[in-house]
């Protein structure tokens, strides 16, 4: 698995990075993509249910299946089955989600109060699988109190494969700007790659992350969300050539292409419960955009939600936006 040449990572993101938007980023742009965060219990206790977490086609390959949990044994043992049962690229421990469901049950980001722990489990992942294991960070609990380089070294000495950090406290949730100073930090601290994450939301972002943290790759979360174009566009950014416009027409069919696979690949219910929102997403910054976002929210079917998809289209044809740069300077404000 390359994460020195494989610049561009669709970052995992529960209820989100589901097959369907798995596929339109790899499409348009993204060289890996990461499933959303699946329980290493669940998969332990009813693996039945649980399976569709870990269900990806050829096309999204080179792929990863995010893990999190807070017991070694459970890791280990889903590792196995994930790798028996799906074969993915990769599989990637989360150490870094702030959501207090998670953390309640001492996974996610409260693994960084725990640095043996942290250890014990990583171990257990890589004794047990025969494809790389990497982890996903945060810097710190809070405060300024940072663990990220400590436990980067400590991922690296069990057998890690690549380190992804997203250079925020847990208290910080997703507030406030990461500082990415602590990704240069990371990178400097292991020999194992470090995938920067956190605020790339243009693709001139993307660039200066490379420049100023020196990291291997980059992973793109939440700004992909309505805006799978944008690994494109970092792609050609670096590349130094012209940034592709997103048209009102490729918007368009995008919108009706996701609709039109969710439902084929979920089912109606669950579709026209997530969609009213993802959908939504598209629209973001687009004229009369909460015009458009209250007949979603009202749409009692998928075909109601086509139709305010169609009549936006319609009645604000140009649906181009222009990506906003993202302020960086708390770069500066972190040393």
Known sequence: MDFHNNKLILAPLAGITERVFRRLCRERGADIVVSEMVSAEGICRNPARNRHYIEFSTT???????????????????????????????????SGCPVPKVVRKNGGSALLRDARLFERIVSAMTRAATVPITVKLRSAWSGTDWVDTTFARIAQ???????????????????????????????????????????????????????VTGCDSLMIGRAARGNPWLFGQIRRRLKGEPIQTVTA????????????SYRREHGEARAVRELRSQIGWYLKGTPHAAVARERLFSAADTAQIEDAVEEHFRSAPNLTKKPQRQNTSSFSQEH
């Open 249 to 260: 027409q490729m918007r368009y069919e995008t919108m009706l292409e996701h609709i039109t």
């Open 60 to 94: 999204e390959r080179p792929i990863g299946i995010q893990l999190f949990g807070a017991n070694p044994r459970s890791l280990a043992d889903a590792v196995r089955y994930v790798e028996d049962e799906a074969h993915p690229d990769f599989i990637d421990l989360n």
């Open 157 to 211: 000495e069990c057998g890690a494969a690549a380190v992804a950090l997203h250079p925020r406290t847990r208290a910080m949730g997703f507030s406030g700007h990461s500082f990415w100073g602590r990704i240069a930090e990371v990178k400097a601290a292991v020999s194992v790659p470090v995938i920067g994450n956190g605020d790339i939301i243009h693709p001139n972002d993307a660039l200066e992350m490379l420049e």
